[in-house]
């Protein structure tokens, strides 16, 4: 009875910001690593960050360094991403996932990845 609901996507200009929330049920949250995913019509799946079990190690892709930050709050939870500076190739479809329980602070195979959330759309205008 494992479950993902991603919550806060919509539709912004470039430069603009959104918070994406994600909301677990069903597991032991915080011996998961959680990340975040994102998919374009096209292209593949790919990881945008994740975050280790109590939150203090954290994983970007290059692309969104600087402009993205995860957080968890394991007492509600929940993992969050926030979004800065968004450009119009960050438009996509965003998905929340736990990972197996691997014991590595840092997922970041999609293979390693077990839960999903049924995903929150993104658009970035120009």
């Not at 959104?18 to 994102?38: E, I, K, Q």
């Not at 930050?69 to 394991?74: A, E, G, P, V, Y």
């Not at 991403?81 to 691997?102: F, G, H, K």
Request: glycine share 12%; proline share 3%.
């Amino acid at each position: 009875q494992v479950q993902l609901v991603e919550s806060g996507g919509g539709l912004v200009q470039a430069g603009g910001s959104l918070r994406l929330s994600c909301a677990a049920s069903g597991l032991t949250f915080s011996r998961h690593v959680m990340g975040w995913f994102r998919q374009a019509p096209g292209k593949e799946r790919e990881l945008v960050g994740a975050i280790s079990w109590s939150g203090g190690r954290t994983y970007y892709v290059n692309s969104v360094k600087g402009r993205f930050t995860i957080s968890r709050d394991n007492a509600k939870n929940t993992v969050y991403m926030q979004m800065n500076s968004l450009r119009p190739e960050d438009t996509a479809v965003y998905y929340c996932a736990a990972d197996r329980i691997t014991g590595q602070p840092v997922v970041v195979s999609v293979r390693e990845y077990d839960y999903w959330g049924p995903g929150t759309q993104v658009t970035v205008s120009s």
